[in-house]
């Protein structure tokens, strides 16, 4: 009998194996031939990443139930870990098992309790799904899903009702004390069974249970819960600083080398490869991001998932040598799709596998403007005076001083001494008239606090980032190259003007003036640049959040170059916005970069709220005079 058993283990390991092999070895292969990404780099953060992301689950608890649900599940599999080997070994003998840790009260503990906590798990997981419905589940594979948790409960239900029937025949090598749990459904059973079904009942649970992990086994790698193995790579190998980074392309290498983003999926990096195979179609990003709730054709979701079955449907043939896939766009996704993003990072910040959208689009942008001259008209406008004229306004560079005339601002002349602070201005204030207060306010406060500042005047051209966003990485780093000759330290002006006040140099006096502060996507959450702009709205007056703020904050509408191009999709996502900040009360719109400046200001205008937009610099130098005449 035991011969038996074990060479019929045997078989169906060989089976299963070797089939859950061939699917590794496939997927294996189509990482190997992705392009290069430089992801080897800090270990110690990629660690940290690991155990706070993966082990710590901390992205998934910031939603309470689904997270613990997921956590529930996920680290009772990891205590119930070797019940796969002590089922095996108790599969071929019920009077064997792993030496050790098998006869353990306290394992047999551990594993009573986290079982309870894998079926609470996925009763509440079937419960989001069947009874709650969340609308992030919209195109995600529920059927899959549904298998899938089944398959779990399976695992839990087989392994309670193996270690019932021992205890109830005592071929248990452990306490039965210690499995409380069990000992109870044990209990149950004598009570319903007769004695000679237990060692029936015995036989069917455990081998029940060997035969679904190893269904299990098999099927996950076929299937969207493929993330249950790739997940945790994937996040060692995301990005570790500056998370709105967009890497350079290096257009010195020889021209076959040069990399202009993607047009097909073999053009794909391996962690962007890998990013396709980890989603678990989850939906947080989806429910974050700004184009998808304006009811526009981009969901990052989709995206990833499009990207994912293409490259799963064109890998095999690839593999096999001489053959082109198909373009992602417009097989895979639709151009509409790739210029809907603004780039904003809220789903790569949302999302629990370390997948990162924007790198995506960001390429697909790269493949169609670089190579194919595809891109919306008026974006085609936005290039061309970048290229012309050195900002997107398309206006002289004779004029960028023009806001600062009276004002006294040094202009650095080549040769001239440097001084403690450049004030880099920017396109949006030296053009457009509702930014340009901002730098006039950032000037007298830098005046007022003492500080030796100058600009560069007509010498100061457009960082390229607009073009970039867009995907012409060849104008942005012609005109990077141009204007950055040398490493500074970079600080926003709400840090800089937040620690003048605590320095005490600049001495504003509050007003009771409510306040509700916009954060904005490049600053609060690409940058990590939260505190120090709240700072300066206590200052000022009394602030108001929004619901979405800090790092969850919600786009303008500008990013990723969308300030150029017109929104003919979905709902206009600065009115979106101004109708969060509408419904604070708050007099005062506070804002901290020009783009979004103007977004909003145009969103406050088309709606006709009543709400001030303004840059916290000019609120800020308001509250200095303010403070001026009530200490005079
Ligand atoms: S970056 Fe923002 S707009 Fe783009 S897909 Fe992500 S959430 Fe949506
Ligand atoms: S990309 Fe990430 S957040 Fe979005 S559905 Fe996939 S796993 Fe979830």
């Not at 997940?231 to 709105?244: E, K």
């Not at 085609?380 to 997107?392: H, Q």
């Not at 009276?406 to 440097?418: F, I, N, S, T, Y």
């Not at 605590?502 to 600053?523: M, N, V």
Request: with cysteine.
């Amino acid at each position: 009998m035991i011969a038996a058993q074990a060479i019929a283990l045997a078989l169906v390991l060989v089976v299963s194996v070797a089939l859950f092999s061939r699917r590794a070895r496939f997927l294996y292969r189509l990482v190997r031939i992705g392009k290069p990404a430089a992801r080897f780099d800090d270990v110690p953060a990629r660690a940290r990443a690991e155990a706070t992301v993966v082990i710590g689950q901390s992205k998934l608890l910031q939603r309470l139930v689904p997270g613990l649900m997921h956590a529930a599940i996920f680290w009772g599999f990891l205590v119930l870990f070797p019940t796969i080997v002590i089922a095996m070994i108790g599969a071929v003998d019920r009077r064997s098992t792993l030496p050790w840790l098998g006869a353990q009260g306290w394992y047999a503990m551990l594993v009573d309790v986290f079982a309870l906590l894998v079926l609470a798990g996925v009763i509440t997981a079937f419960a989001i799904r069947k009874v709650q419905r969340p609308a992030r589940f919209k195109g995600s594979h529920l059927g899959e899903a549904d298998l899938i948790l089944g398959l779990i409960a399976g695992i839990v239900i087989t392994l309670y009702l193996w270690h019932a029937s021992q205890i109830a025949l005592r071929v248990n090598d452990y306490p039965a004390s210690w499995a409380p749990i069990s000992a109870t459904i044990s209990g149950a059973i004598a009570g319903l069974l007769p004695r000679p079904a237990l060692p029936y009942l015995e036989r069917a649970a455990v081998w029940g249970h060997v035969l679904i992990i190893l269904s299990f086994l098999v099927y996950l790698p076929y299937s969207k819960h493929l993330h249950i193995f790739v997940a945790a790579i994937n996040v060692y190998f995301g990005r570790t600083r500056a998370r709105g980074r967009i890497e350079p392309i290096d257009f010195e290498q020889p021209e076959a080398d040069v990399r202009f983003g993607s047009a097909r999926v073999s053009d794909m990096t391996w962690k962007q490869m890998l990013d396709t195979m980890s989603c678990t179609e989850c939906g947080r990003c989806q429910e974050v991001c700004p184009a998808y709730n304006t009811g526009k054709p981009l969901s990052p979701k989709l995206l990833i998932m499009a990207m994912r079955d293409q490259l799963m449907a064109e890998g095999p043939k690839v593999l096999a040598g001489d053959y082109t896939p198909p373009p992602i766009v417009p097989n895979a996704v639709i151009d509409d799709v790739v210029w809907d993003c603004v780039t904003c990072g809220a789903c790569v910040r949302e999302c629990p596998v370390g997948i990162e959208h924007i790198d995506h689009v960001i390429d697909l942008r790269r493949n169609l403007v670089m190579v194919e001259s595809r891109f919306p008209e008026e974006a085609g406008t936005m290039l061309r005076d970048v290229d012309r004229s050195s900002n997107p306004w398309g206006k002289p560079q004779a004029d960028r001083t023009q806001w600062a005339e009276g004002l006294g601002v040094r202009v650095l002349q080549a040769g001239e001494p440097a001084p403690d602070v450049l004030f880099w201005v920017g396109c949006a204030p030296a053009f457009d008239e509702r930014a340009r207060k901002s730098a006039v306010s950032t000037a007298k406060l830098l005046q007022a606090a003492g500080v030796d500042f100058a600009i560069l005047g007509p010498r100061e051209a457009c960082t390229g980032d607009p073009a970039r966003r867009m995907g012409d990485e060849y104008t942005f780093q012609r005109l990077a190259d141009s204007d950055f000759g040398g490493a500074y330290e970079v600080v926003h002006h709400t840090e800089f003007l937040a620690g003048l006040v605590r320095e005490g140099k600049l001495s504003p006096a509050a007003s009771d003036r409510t306040i509700t502060y916009h954060d904005s996507c490049y600053l609060a959450r690409h940058n990590d640049v939260r505190s120090q702009p709240r700072e300066i709205v206590d200052a000022v007056g009394v602030a108001v959040e929004m619901p979405r703020n800090r790092e969850r904050t919600f786009c303008c509408g500008a990013g990723g170059a969308r300030m150029w191009m017109e929104e003919k999709r979905g709902r206009p996502i600065n009115q979106e916005r101004v109708r969060e900040a509408v419904a604070t009360g708050a007099e005062t719109l506070a804002v901290a970069c020009p783009f979004c400046t103007v977004m909003l200001d145009d969103g406050v205008r088309e709606m006709g709220a009543k709400l001030q937009v303004f840059d916290l610099a000019t609120l800020l130098h308001e509250a200095v005079e303010r403070g001026k005449s009530t200490s005079g």
